[in-house]
């Protein structure tokens, strides 16, 4: 691992300690458990195609009150798509007991609010874990820039509570509530290529595929109506 280490010098200090210590949860294209290896390992392209290493994530969607969605852009030290705009947090369930529990995603559930906090300063109490609502999974593969890329089988959470919101500069770099126009404002800018805008794949995957008709289940209080855990959304 040296070697590496040295290789990736450049890597801020924060973001080199997590990806050598945190080992995410590898799992078959059916999400069964097969496994676990670094974050490292896990986001280099190189091993994603040669091993085709695949782990498990989720990515949050949290709405306010007002039934606007909260977006972060993703800090400029991020090894992964830096300085990139996306859903409220996006991570991974890590290879340790509490985020493996498969009842009632219970495992996933506990990461997504462990990240809330590390990401947006959100404190639990803000989450409840039985509130969010887990709504789907998507199987998707993309590269960032050569060297890095995703290959998850994500977990799509949707939560509906008004929380106090505390970015870490580590992880993120800006974040703001949109409503349904606003969104369709951003898409409309990153597909023009305005101003540097970029949305991550992730977010955009489901954007197109699923957010704004589940949108209406967020406003309507029937959320449990949308979820579908049953199929794995292939969207590679």
């Not at 280490?5 to 973001?15: G, I, K, L, N, R």
């Not at 859903?87 to 340790?96: K, M």
């Not at 495992?107 to 906090?117: C, E, I, M, S, Y």
């Not at 409309?188 to 970029?198: F, Q, S, T």
């Amino acid at each position: 691992m040296g070697n590496d280490v040295t290789a990736d010098s450049a890597m801020d200090a924060v973001q080199r300690r997590l990806m050598f210590e945190d080992e995410c949860i590898l799992v078959d294209e059916n999400d069964r458990v097969v496994g676990h290896d670094t974050k490292y390992n896990c986001h280099l392209m190189e091993k994603i195609e040669s091993q085709n290493l695949l782990h498990r994530a989720f990515s949050v969607f949290l709405f306010n009150s007002k039934y606007e969605l909260l977006l972060q852009q993703r800090s400029a030290t991020k090894v992964t798509f830096p300085l990139v705009w996306t859903n409220t947090c996006c991570s991974h369930p890590l290879y340790r007991e509490s985020e493996l529990i498969a009842e009632d995603y219970l495992g996933v559930r506990n990461a997504a609010q462990r990240k809330l906090l590390d990401e947006l300063g959100i404190p639990a109490e803000d989450v409840p874990v039985d509130q969010f609502t887990p709504l789907g999974r998507m199987l998707y593969k993309a590269p960032s820039d050569g060297k890095w890329g995703e290959h998850e089988l994500d977990y799509l959470l949707f939560i509906v509570r008004d929380v106090s919101v505390h970015p870490n500069p580590d992880e993120v770099a800006d974040v703001k509530y949109v409503n349904r126009e606003e969104l369709k404002e951003l898409l409309r800018k990153a597909d023009a290529g305005e101003g540097g805008l970029k949305l991550s794949p992730w977010f955009r995957l489901v954007v197109d595929n699923f957010l704004f008709k589940w949108w209406d289940h967020v406003q309507n209080g029937t959320l449990n109506q949308a979820a579908d855990m049953k199929t794995i959304h292939k969207l590679t």
